[in-house]
């Protein structure tokens, strides 16, 4: 199993321009997660889904759309690039148990710096 | 929601053993505590979870009191490589359930 995999690993944005961060399972995961983690801070739920075809917002939606067609992808995208978007992004899948036992498995991460 | 209060941070030299408290004053009855460890430029990763009393693996051990307001992570005989930041999470998966991370704990380790 090849776990949370996502890309680029690295990218530089001019304020404006757009595009989308991939994420992708191959644990049959239901849910997933985007988070954005700044220098110093912990981690803040962008979005969120629970299953295909269902998305949620989480804490700092703002500047951020997400889509679910299929169980293993979860891509963000950014539409207008602001300065306010460099951060760190994970991604994480997860699943519960009928108890209400959480794993979270996260990604690699995506550094974007936007200029 | 269960919000979770940890400290900033905490250091500790090699051999130690090191214990870090979380706070949940709020937390529901279904509500599992779930602990992460993140090295730098890396992604969190599961250390440990429990619900009540005692809980432990080949990593760690997890003390929770009877009214599970607070929870203790204790880490044994901590190496340089422990050094890391250790998220405390709250929740049961439930239709509110939003999982926070917060800042959590910079565990650093000294020689």
């Known amino acids: 199993n090849a776990g949370v995999t996502q890309t680029p690993k690295f990218r530089i944005l001019k304020i404006g321009q757009s595009m989308t961060l991939q994420c992708a399972q191959d644990m049959n995961h239901n849910y997933m997660y985007w988070y954005r983690q700044d220098p110093g801070m912990g981690l803040k739920l962008i979005y969120y889904?629970?299953?295909?075809?269902?998305?949620d917002k989480g804490e700092v939606p703002n500047g951020y759309n997400v889509s679910r067609s299929t169980t293993e992808d979860f891509p963000l995208r950014l539409e207008l690039a602001a300065p306010s978007q460099t951060s760190v992004y994970f991604c994480a899948s997860s699943y519960w148990t009928s108890g209400g036992q959480e794993t979270q498995y996260f990604g690699p991460g995506t550094r974007l710096l936007v200029l | 929601l269960a919000k979770t209060t940890q400290p900033i941070s905490m250091d500790s030299y090699e051999g130690q053993e090191v214990n870090i408290t979380c706070s949940h004053n709020n937390i529901a009855t279904n509500d599992y505590i779930t602990w992460y460890q993140q090295f730098p430029s890396q992604g969190p990763r599961f250390i440990i979870q429990?619900?009540?009393t005692k809980v432990t693996n080949e990593v760690a051990s997890l003390f929770i009191p009877a009214d599970r307001k607070s929870s203790t992570l204790s880490l044994p005989r901590v190496s340089l490589s422990d050094t890391a930041v250790y998220y405390c999470l709250v929740g049961d998966g439930g239709g509110s359930y939003i999982p926070t991370f917060g800042r959590g704990t910079s565990l650093i380790v000294h020689p």
């Open positions: 429990g619900y009540k």
């Open positions: 889904s629970v299953g295909a075809g269902i998305t």
